[in-house]
């Protein structure tokens, strides 16, 4: 195995969900929340992916692992097809990719005790028993700051930060490489949250692990992540590095996601770029470019409604889905012949550059 | 200076519970001018979300507001008002907006309709004068074809459309308060913005004072133009937005505003305070914040701190007013010192 191929490698992954109706439970339709994504995670890396509710990005976390089926697409992790693993395979391979979850407290078993949630994994994994599994354990809850006589607690007796330090424990116990961490510190307050990204930092370098760190808060991913995929209405729309990202936003949707947040400077500059309307349906997403009906890019015409646009290199390592942000593959004419009106030209509104 | 709109005055309400009492919101005072729009910031317990219950008298037992606490809103004090009194003061004088605007509305009835009984409720319209305002309203907060969206049910609307239906609703009578509880945590950023952005409008043109209640720094830095910041049931520190941010004195808020992560700053590692916050039922004495403060020295033990005046309007309930020179010289917090919630 080469250091250069990615651990985890996801193609044209997609995942519906039918609507059913009526006494017969009748499909009538289908909800596409992950509509064709493709991403590489590196060893060692964190890739962020951040997006609003129902853009797919919690589904893209457990199809990865298989908490999901996708509905097609491959993963390959370290080279090997997740998709086609057995039950036994993917037990194993499930010592490997772990997940850490967003509430803390339905992710934990509130009748066993800190001791027992934490060992379950070593047990299944056959990784230790007995004196050698209690004193694994209590190494564990003091690596996530936690004390070690708290494993004979039970989660009900511990604050939300302290519940989501349990549920990393439980993540750690079988040396997993890669972790999908499901908005982990979106239930915390403030204070609370920046010690929970601390202890996810400094794991990372401790025991060379690999984020899948999905969140719908911009400046905690601006914090963690060192590559970001935006996600809208199932894709992938927008792929860079973290400081490409966040210097130089390309697809408008991200532009004005950026622009959205709320800055805690009362100094700062106050023009934004308020989007109109809501995020659509995914059961009937938008033609051509899903998010073409809130687009604000001053080219934006007639083609954007037509023309799927692909993610494609605008600048090296920077991907966005915007045939009106120049270069693009969709040529001129492809575009006339769509109905477009307006030449692609480059857009980049000050409202969404921060840095 | 005129007398202000609302002035609270050592408000307690504290919560008889199996645990012992929780001492929610202990001795909390302040004041909002008309046309004002006044943040409180805390985090989960600090006793905001209580403080705006108290002030519309929504506690129920085992809650209860203690004696002596003075809630003086038009001339009257809402503690001692009669239950018929207190009903012509919601949702007509000062109204709240919600988090959730899910369960905030019913799911069984339209959403003009309920928008709609508000005026029926306290300026006695009638059905058809009540139903043409509240399209009116509903339309003021940029609910596109609002006719038709009023026939509409709640479970029909996004999330983001519910909220502009609490707006319309709690500006039916163009009340003198509205109280925003977490109005925007529940949306995403895009509606946030959405949301945050109308909020100020209205307030603009309908003059309306605001009280503003958020974990978010962020929302509290864009909309409010004073604010109060609340840890462990008290006021810890207020000012005027700009120099709060500017110039924290307390060492709590010092620590809230440097634990947020900024877009654009470059920062390994988050600043954080460390600790949990204390059980309501079980305050520490002395000062509050004292196990997880950088500066606390043996008199935060011994004393419980009053509200300092530090500044040209701003006060904060910290000793280090008078021994200034401490916060050149931060000491590991006793709660790390002890081995609990390690930063």
């Not at chain 1, 609003?52 to 491959?74: A, D, N, Q, V």
């Not at chain 2, 919601?90 to 709609?116: C, H, K, W, Y």
């Not at chain 2, 006060?315 to 007013?321: D, L, M, N, P, Y």
Request: hydrophobic share 40%; glycine share 8%; charged share 25%.
């Amino acid at each position: 195995m080469n250091d250069t191929q990615p651990l985890v490698s996801v193609r044209n992954l997609k995942k519906s969900f039918p609507i059913k109706k009526g006494v017969f439970a009748r499909e009538v339709g289908a909800v596409q929340a992950v509509n064709d994504v493709s991403f590489d995670v590196a060893r060692g890396e964190t890739l962020g992916v951040v997006g609003e509710s129902g853009c797919g990005k919690t589904t893209t976390g457990r199809t990865i692992l298989r908490l999901i089926e996708p509905t097609s697409g491959e993963i390959t992790f370290e080279g090997r097809d997740v998709r086609s693993m057995g039950t036994s395979e993917l037990r194993a391979l499930r010592r490997e990719m772990q997940i850490i979850f967003q509430d803390p407290v339905s992710s934990l078993n509130p009748r066993m005790t800190v001791g027992s949630i934490i060992r379950e994994g070593l047990t299944i994994h056959h990784l230790a028993e007995g004196a050698a599994a209690d004193a694994r354990v209590r190494q564990l809850l003091q690596e996530v700051g936690l004390r070690p006589e708290y494993a004979t607690r039970y989660p009900h007796e511990f604050s939300g930060g302290q519940r989501q330090r349990i549920g990393i424990a439980r993540a750690l116990s079988v040396e997993p490489k890669f972790i999908v961490c499901d908005e982990p510190v979106s239930a915390l307050d403030v204070s609370v949250q920046a010690q929970v990204i601390n202890l996810l930092v400094d794991l990372q370098h401790e025991h060379d692990l690999t984020y899948l760190f999905i969140a719908h808060d911009l400046s905690v991913i601006e914090h963690i992540a060192d590559r970001v995929a935006v996600m809208y209405l199932g894709k992938v729309v927008e792929l860079a590095t973290r400081d490409d990202l966040y210097r130089e936003p390309l697809m408008p949707y991200t532009q004005a996601l950026l622009s959205a947040v709320p800055v805690a400077d009362p100094k700062a500059r106050k023009d934004r770029i308020i989007l109109q309307g809501d995020v659509p349906s995914p059961a009937n997403p938008p033609s051509g470019c899903v998010f073409h009906p809130r687009c604000h890019h001053p080219a934006k015409d007639e083609a954007c409604s037509r023309i799927v646009p692909p993610l494609e290199e605008k600048a090296p390592g920077h991907f966005a889905a915007c045939i009106k942000q120049p270069p693009t593959t969709i040529s001129w004419e492809q575009q006339k012949q769509a109905g477009g009106v307006h030449p692609p030209e480059r857009y980049l509104p000050l409202a969404a550059v921060h840095a | 200076m005129t007398a202000p709109l609302l002035s609270i005055r050592d408000l307690k309400t504290y919560f008889y519970t199996e645990a012992g009492v929780a001492r929610s919101v202990d001795g909390v005072s302040f004041d909002i001018g008309a046309g004002e729009t006044l943040g409180i910031v805390g985090e989960s317990g600090c006793g905001k979300s209580v403080t705006a219950l108290s002030i519309l008298r929504l506690i129920q037992p085992p809650g209860r507001i203690e004696p002596g606490s003075r809630i003086e809103f038009e001339g009257r004090d809402i503690v001692t008002l009669g239950d018929e009194e207190i009903r012509d003061i919601r949702g007509n004088r000062i109204s709240m907006i919600f988090q959730e605007p899910m369960s905030a509305l019913n799911p069984v009835f339209t959403v003009g309709d309920q928008v709609a009984e508000v005026a029926r409720v306290h300026a006695g319209m009638s059905k058809k004068e009540a139903w043409d305002r509240a399209v009116e309203m509903l339309a003021l907060t940029g609910i596109p074809a609002a006719e038709e969206r009023a026939k509409q049910y709640p479970h029909q609307l996004s999330g983001g459309m519910r909220q502009r239906v609490l707006i319309a609703m709690a500006l039916m009578m163009k009340p003198a308060l509205i109280i925003a509880d977490e109005p925007t945590t529940a949306l995403d950023v895009t509606i946030q913005a959405q949301i945050l952005e109308l909020l100020v409008d209205l307030q603009k043109k309908i003059g309306t004072s605001i009280l503003m209640i958020t974990h978010d720094l962020g929302v509290i830095a864009e909309t409010t133009s004073r604010v109060i910041v609340m840890y462990a049931g008290e006021v810890v520190e207020e000012a005027a937005v700009d120099e709060l941010f500017a110039k924290p004195h307390h060492p709590y808020t010092e620590g809230l505003i440097h634990s947020m992560p900024h877009i654009g700053h470059d920062q390994e590692r988050l600043n954080v305070i460390p600790g949990t916050v204390p059980a309501p039922t079980d305050w520490p004495r002395g000062c509050r914040f004292r196990d997880r403060c950088p500066y606390s020295w043996e008199l935060c033990e011994a004393e419980h701190p009053p509200l300092y005046q530090v500044g040209v309007a701003h006060t904060s309930r910290c000793h280090i007013a008078i021994e200034p020179d401490r916060r050149n010289h931060p000491h590991t917090p006793l709660v790390v010192e002890a081995g609990v919630g390690a930063a």
